[in-house]
């Protein structure tokens, strides 16, 4: 397979985003509880995922929340359906 130069650069620069993303920042894991808070809930989420620093995870832990507005925000962001780096754990 031949690459024009155009293909190589562009190929190369993807890989050194992707190493130095991947392999050289360190994962930020933030964890964030959860129960029937619905009225900071949402901000919060947004507050982590407009950092500059993109090599995070995200795990929401709800313990059991009943409130319909919190269960309509988890469910949301429930299986990575916003950003795949986000976790939502229900544990009741």
């Not at 360190?26 to 407009?50: D, Q």
Request: net charge negative; charged share 25%; proline share 1%.
């Amino acid at each position: 397979m031949v690459f024009t130069a155009f293909q190589l650069s562009f190929l190369l620069f993807n890989f050194a985003f992707a190493h130095e993303v991947l392999n050289e920042e360190p994962l930020v894991s933030v964890i964030m509880t959860s129960y029937n808070r619905h009225e900071y809930f949402e901000n919060a989420i947004k507050s982590i995922m407009v950092q500059t620093y993109k090599n995070w995870e995200l795990i929401i832990v709800d313990d059991g929340s009943h409130e319909e507005q919190t269960i309509q925000i988890l469910d949301k962001y429930l299986d990575g359906k916003v950003d795949a780096r986000i976790k939502v754990h229900k544990l009741h």
